[in-house]
């Protein structure tokens, strides 16, 4: 267990929709990075944030969206759904910027 | 742009067999190499981090190594139970903390 978490589980939705992805980091790590890995792609990085700023975006469609509440927890907003959007996604934390603690994913199927 | 390429995609050894998995990676500049161990639809879980050519990590059966152009997973007698998909990645010094992940390898260990 990485003390990571991450909510719902897993996620089945409609084109078109919208849904919410909620992670919670390790106690006292400030950063908290988000990675898509769907079977064709590998892990790729999504965005980051740090104490509540965003710090770097990676591959993150404008559909997409994320951010970081004062108690550190973080949420990613993804919107007007397509099938390509099914994968896992995944939340990690880190103390100092290095080593990145994954949380168990969310397992999102857009039908 | 950084790149991270794992060989062989999936190995099968007999238990007690042992073997070395290979990570090449083009960065400019590197803050720290990663190997993740992921089972199958669960998040990576942190293994090692190198920093400098010439560093060896160890934890069990397993041994990681970094040279100036890549590392090496060295798997000494594995049992069943390190089966997994192994996982390499970087981190540049330039630019932000984001992950730059391989596709992975593919371990199987045959009882």
């Known amino acids: 267990d990485s003390g990571v978490t991450q909510t719902p589980k897993h996620l089945i939705t409609a084109t078109g929709q919208r849904v919410t992805l909620r992670c919670s980091p390790r106690?006292?790590?400030?950063?908290v990075y988000w990675y898509q890995q769907s079977l064709d792609q590998g892990l790729q990085f999504l965005i980051q944030y740090y104490n509540g700023e965003e710090r770097a975006k990676g591959n993150i469609l404008e559909r997409f969206s994320a951010q970081q509440f004062p108690d550190l927890h973080s949420e990613l907003n993804l919107s007007s759904l397509e099938l390509g959007d099914s994968a896992l996604y995944f939340c990690?934390?880190?103390?100092?910027?290095?080593?990145?603690?994954f949380g168990p994913g969310t397992r999102l199927t857009v039908t | 742009e950084d790149q991270v390429t794992q060989s062989p995609e999936a190995l099968r050894l007999q238990e007690g067999e042992s073997s070395s998995l290979n990570c090449s990676y083009t960065?400019?500049?590197?803050?720290?190499l990663f190997w993740y161990r992921q089972d199958p639809g669960k998040g990576p879980e942190f293994l090692f981090t190198?920093?400098?050519a010439g560093e060896e990590k160890e934890k069990e059966r397993l041994k990681a190594t970094l040279t100036k152009k890549e590392s090496f997973l060295h798997i000494t007698a594995p049992k069943p139970e390190d089966s997994a998909t192994y996982l390499c990645?970087?981190?540049?010094?330039?630019?932000?903390?984001?992950?730059?992940f391989g596709t992975g390898t593919r371990l199987t260990i045959i009882p």
């Open positions: 190198l920093y400098s």
């Open positions: 960065v400019s500049g590197l803050r720290g």
């Open positions: 990645a970087v981190i540049s010094n330039f630019g932000n903390e984001k992950l730059t």
């Open positions: 990690a934390s880190s103390p100092t910027g290095y080593e990145q603690y």
């Open positions: 106690s006292g790590d400030l950063s």
